[in-house]
């Protein structure tokens, strides 16, 4: 967790303007630590050396892999559906593996 104080002002201000908020910083925690610090490399960019972009390889903790960007994205949809907002009958959730 590398945002600091940034979620509460965030989740506080939802509330006190009553409006809705999908909450991605607690739901994305919540599925990491489920899923466990190996596991969850998967969903980030983590390259072995050799690769044709990443010859010495690379460990990113931050920005998402392809399947870690579905995986977020599967869980702004559910967040989406659990606040049932209008949207939310138009989307499509791919990926169930995860959930």
Not at 32 to 55: K, T
Not at 64 to 72: C, L, Q
């Amino acid at each position: 967790d590398s945002h600091g104080v940034y979620p509460g002002l965030v989740r506080d201000l939802a509330a006190a303007q009553a409006v809705p908020l999908v909450d991605m910083q607690a739901s994305s925690a919540a599925l990491l630590r489920r899923l466990g610090e190996q596991p969850s490399r998967a969903l980030f960019l983590w390259v072995p050396a050799g690769d044709v972009n990443y010859p010495k390889g690379l460990q990113d903790n931050t920005h998402f892999s392809p399947k870690g960007a579905e995986v977020m994205a599967g869980l702004a949809v559910d967040g989406l559906v659990e606040l049932r907002l209008p949207l939310a009958s138009d989307l499509v959730r791919r990926n169930e593996s995860t959930r």
